[in-house]
């Protein structure tokens, strides 16, 4: 918005308007990158932090914490005055992300049946669709309103940060999920709760457990999945989708209201993951999202090259074009949603044994903020200097991590979380070697 641009960031303001101006590198600013970055800069730390509270006051309380951080970083936000009060703020909406993103996820894994617990958990990467969704949308209302749509935008983020509240409210703590489900046939899954938890009070979930030989499938799996979750490079498009479009050329409300459009596709597609998760399984999905998204990139990335010049900002992509691009990113913004969206999740959070699960997830968190940080941190820069081969980078790694599926990926559905090493981890081809005899030369190349 340009009334948000002209108070906290002139130059990119300036150089957006400029009549002569590289088409990839307007919004190049590091100093707009970190606006957005520092949000998952502090996750990255708060995810620490809301691991040992997670563990110690529960599942319930941390998401607490979070609603009330992400009011405070909604009210600074909205008030702010100057760059660094508005830093600050997204600072604190950075920590109620990481405690958000610690405890919902293994809350949600602890209270279902196996049966459903993909189902269920992906109605947690379903909810933040819809809050991209909305927040779009609130966007493109509010920057119609000037000079204080931007204000209005930024502020609404308390509305749900206090549903979260009022949420946290009514909800049980875990793990008495047993309780939840209200089964009266408790006893065996009881004592495969009671076991593990036994070993975590008397060893404690520090990082010296993750690193013991039979913990390192699960962490390798987690820290993978977030890693490749981020060079999807869906974060990157999400974050910047308005500045993506108007670099297509694209005016300012088309960008912002492309962005809506992509917004819906994601949360459609995240409805057809949460009907399949249980059926399909994790593999097929995250297989098919590769290839559906590999052909998207590359498609993305040959348009921009013959038809988004760096230098020659007076003319308009051509509709038709401009209309192909935002129908391919439609594409791989719906395969992702139904892949490595809500599985980069799910799958971290039903994979660890119980005497690992909360440090384990916790990594899983943090990996995540990290991944985000960077790419949120650099994208406009690596766009200004790749240019429209930033999609080829991409694609590249989507080749990657769809062989890293294939290969090391086990599938999980179906599996009791308690019941993970057994009939996971000691069946599967490559990871089996992680666990029995240590003199056992193949148990050492784990």
């Known amino acids: 918005m340009d009334d948000f641009l002209v108070r906290f960031f ?18 190049d600013d590091q100093r707009l990158q970190l606006f957005t970055s520092s949000l998952y800069l502090a996750a990255l730390a708060a995810s620490f932090v809301a691991s040992r509270i997670c563990t110690r006051f529960g599942r319930k309380r941390t998401m607490q914490a979070a609603s009330v951080f992400f009011l405070a970083g909604s009210g600074l936000c909205a008030g702010a005055v100057d760059l660094p009060m508005l830093i600050v703020g997204r600072v604190c909406l950075g920590v109620g992300v990481g405690f958000g993103n610690q405890a919902a996820p293994l809350f949600l894994s602890e209270i279902a049946p196996a049966h459903i617990r993909g189902a ?69 899954e009881f004592d495969e709760i009671r076991r593990p938890r036994r070993g975590a009070e008397r ?13 390192r499938p699960p962490v390798v799996i987690a820290v993978a999945m977030q890693v490749f979750q981020q060079f999807t490079g869906i974060n990157a498009l999400m974050f910047y989708a308005p500045v993506l479009f108007q670099t297509m050329r694209f005016k300012a409300d088309g960008s912002l209201l492309s962005a809506v459009v992509t917004g819906g596709v994601n949360v459609v597609s995240t409805v057809v993951s949460i009907v399949l998760v249980d059926s399909v399984g994790r593999r097929k999905l995250l297989l098919e999202a590769c290839a559906q998204m590999l052909v998207a990139q590359v498609a993305v990335g040959g348009i921009m090259v013959v038809h988004v010049k760096a230098d020659d900002p007076g003319s308009t992509m051509n509709s038709a074009w401009a209309v192909a691009i935002v129908v391919l990113i439609c594409v791989y913004v719906s395969s992702f949603a139904w892949s490595w969206g809500p599985l980069g999740w799910l799958i971290p959070s039903e994979t660890f044994p119980l005497e690992t699960r909360t440090a384990g997830f916790s990594l899983a968190v943090s990996s995540n903020m990290l991944f985000t940080f960077l790419i949120a941190q650099a994208f406009l820069s690596m766009m200004c200097t790749l240019r429209a081969f930033i999609f080829f980078f991409f694609a590249v790694w989507i080749v990657v991590m ?30 089996k070697r992680c666990f029995g005899d240590a003199n056992d030369a193949r148990v050492n190349n784990c």
Not at 416 to 426: G, K, Y
Request: hydrophobic content about 45%; glycine content about 8%.
């Open 120 to 188: 269920l958990n992906i109605l947690f990467q379903l909810n933040v669709t819809i809050g991209i969704l909305v927040a779009n949308v609130v966007n493109y209302f509010a920057s119609a309103v000037h000079p204080l749509g931007w204000r209005y935008a930024l502020g609404g983020a308390a509305v749900p940060a206090a549903m979260l509240f009022l949420g946290s409210l009514a909800i049980t703590e875990t793990p008495t999920s047993l309780k939840i489900r209200g089964t009266g046939e408790v006893d065996a």
């Open 402 to 431: 769809g062989t890293f599926v294939m290969v090391l990926l086990p599938e999980t559905k179906g599996v009791p979380i308690d019941e993970m090493v057994e009939r996971v981890w000691r069946r599967h081809w490559f990871w």
């Open 10 to 27: 002139p130059s990119v303001y300036a150089r957006k308007h400029r009549a002569k101006e590289d088409n990839y590198c307007k919004f």
């Open 203 to 215: 060893g404690g979930e520090t990082v010296p457990r993750l690193l013991r030989r039979e913990s």
